[in-house]
């Protein structure tokens, strides 16, 4: 006996002793993704302040309302310094933000970022009011708001990742690769992109960790946030009805056959109100929206006197309706289900079905490819490594072999697999999916990039997954090898372990040490299909702020 319990002693001291090494690991894992984080954000800051001082402003025919304020003395600063930032659709939030929704195509952009700025530009920078008018102050905001959210992205994909990978390293580089995405300006400017990511990923991690109903309500402000959080139900229906098909097994092995009907009975009616509730929440903000751009325009309560002439009279010039209750309604009103959102894609912005399918917009196709491509491969690689599994729906309990979701790099491995190929991820590869088909054949094309890369978290697991595959650098062995060498030379001190790297010189060491960081500076002896993923995400990232930020089409 005394022998028995020393032994079980022994396994419960190592056990805590790894935990405490797992945690220790995953701490520094994320103080080296908020350290990259911040990084990525204070020099999309400093360069787009470069580019949009150095680079002559495009004049497109965009939309772009008077700013009748009074100047105050810090005013032009702000703009010279952050004026980058507010091109585009992000004239749009801005506008919003400062004067609510006085144009019918405002109803595009859904509210909860323009009551974030709101908030923030009248209560943390209200202090300022004397020296910046309301619009420097929410410009100010954008750039509290984005880098903030931004720098918690990429802790929130890491715990994501390693709940859904079950791949410390995999969910590493994962973060790493957000921290220089190719949608980077658009997670900087006043767009919708970096607060629907952190709520799309935070919902999705509160899902994965089984806290169900606050996902639920998670999801809903996404929806408020963008619309395409709406596809978000696909989770919490694919959840509860992956617990509802786990527990009718159960019942089905040991209930007696009395009780078996009524087991199922109740299980069927847990999983039909938990879906209808959930369904419910994350479609309300949408609803809710609706009615109240079917309020303001079919049963409008105001007249035009009581908007600036400034706005009116850009109404008149441009064509853009407003609120008038001595006018007739809108066509739109009358239909039978009349969704202003609808509306406005398809007469203001022309998205429908094959819509965008013409020779001019081949650049646009161009532009988009790189995503395209990512995407398509990434539901081919998993579909044909776990063939069974997908047709399955992922609805199996995973114990039978051949049936999981199984790595081709592992065959043989009695394990389920684990990184880019887990069972898990399944249902966000299918939501990738959904949303690529949806972007290639209904939207602008060029909206795909910076729509998957804040709605999905597969785009940054399986290009972390394709750098694993293909740079012998990542590959276990080396980092192992590289962990226990102490040689210390000019070109490297040592060679990075999966929360660790080095630089090439006290010349680099502005750049904060980690795995990406060390591939960036190795260039030359990277493989070639690192060299194309890298050189995408930093030509993208680098790119938008040259374009984007002076007026240029980058959208």
């Known amino acids: 006996m005394w022998c028995v319990s020393k032994i079980f002693n022994k396994r419960k001291d190592c056990t805590r002793h790894t935990d405490v ?4 690991t995953a701490r520094m ?3 080296r993704v908020v350290k990259f984080a911040t990084f990525s954000r204070a020099l999309t800051l400093l360069l787009q302040a470069v580019f949009n001082s150095l680079i002559p402003d495009h004049v497109p025919d965009a939309f772009s309302p008077p700013h009748v304020a009074e100047p105050k003395c810090w005013d032009s600063l702000v703009e010279v ?6 091109r585009w659709d992000a004239e749009h939030f801005l506008f919003i933000a400062e004067r609510g929704y006085v144009y019918e195509h405002n109803f595009a952009f859904f509210p909860l970022l323009p009551l974030s700025l709101r908030a923030v530009a009248a209560t943390v920078f209200w202090p300022l009011g004397g020296l910046l008018n309301f619009r420097s102050r929410l410009l100010l905001s954008v750039v509290l708001i984005n880098s903030v959210l931004f720098v918690l992205n990429a802790v929130t994909l890491y715990s994501l990742g390693r709940l859904v990978l079950q791949d410390r390293r995999l969910a590493y580089y994962s973060s790493l690769l957000y921290c220089i995405t190719p949608a980077n300006v658009f997670m900087a400017a006043a767009y919708s992109e970096s607060l629907f990511a952190f709520l799309a990923f935070g919902a999705m991690w509160l899902l994965e960790k089984g806290q169900a109903l606050t996902s639920c309500f998670v999801f809903a402000l996404a929806t408020a946030t963008r619309s395409n959080g709406i596809v978000s139900v696909g989770f919490l229906l694919y959840i509860q009805f992956q617990r509802c ?7 089905g092995r040991t209930a007696v056959k009395l009780t078996k009907f009524l087991s199922y009975a109740r299980i069927s009616f847990q999983f039909v109100l938990s879906a209808a509730v959930g369904t419910a929440v994350v479609l309300l903000p949408f609803g809710l929206f609706q009615y109240y751009g079917y309020v303001t325009f079919c049963k409008p309560t105001m007249k035009p006197e009581l908007i600036s002439n400034a706005l009116l009279e850009l109404s008149e010039k441009k064509g853009y309706r407003v609120p008038d209750m001595t006018r007739d309604s809108p066509s739109w009103c009358f239909h039978q289900y009349p969704l202003l959102y609808s509306y406005i894609q398809d007469v203001y912005w022309n998205v429908g079905f094959l819509r965008y399918y013409e020779l001019r917009q081949v650049p646009n196709f161009l532009l ?5 491509v990512l995407g398509t491969a990434a539901a081919w690689q998993y579909c044909t490594a776990n063939p069974w599994f997908c047709l399955q729906l992922g609805l199996i309990d995973g114990k ?6 199984e790595n081709p790099d592992l065959k043989g491995s009695d394990k389920p697999a684990s990184g880019f190929y887990s069972p898990k991820v399944f249902v966000y590869l299918v939501h990738a999916t959904v949303l690529l088909a949806f972007g290639v054949f209904c939207m602008h094309i060029q909206v795909l990039t910076r729509f998957l890369a804040s709605s999905s978290p597969v785009l940054y697991w399986f290009s972390a997954h394709l750098l694993q595959k293909h740079e012998p650098f990542y590959s276990t062995d080396r980092v192992e090898k590289a962990a226990s060498s102490t040689q210390s030379h000019t070109r490297c001190a040592r060679m990075p372990t999966s929360s660790d790297a080095c630089m090439t010189g006290s010349e680099w060491r502005i750049l904060p040490q980690n795995p990406l960081a060390e591939l960036l500076l190795n260039w030359a002896q990277c493989s070639a299909v690192t060299r194309c993923l890298l050189g995408y995400f930093i030509s993208y990232w680098v790119l938008g702020l040259v374009l984007h930020c002076n007026w240029l089409p980058w959208t």
Do not use: N, W
Not at 368 to 372: E, M, R
């Open 81 to 86: 310094i952050f004026g980058g930032l507010s």
């Open 29 to 31: 894992d994320v103080g």
């Open 368 to 372: 988009a490819l790189p995503v395209t």
């Open 21 to 24: 090494e797992a945690t220790q």
């Open 245 to 251: 098909i786990l527990q009718a097994r159960v019942v």
């Open 400 to 405: 039978q072999k051949g049936q999981r979701g």
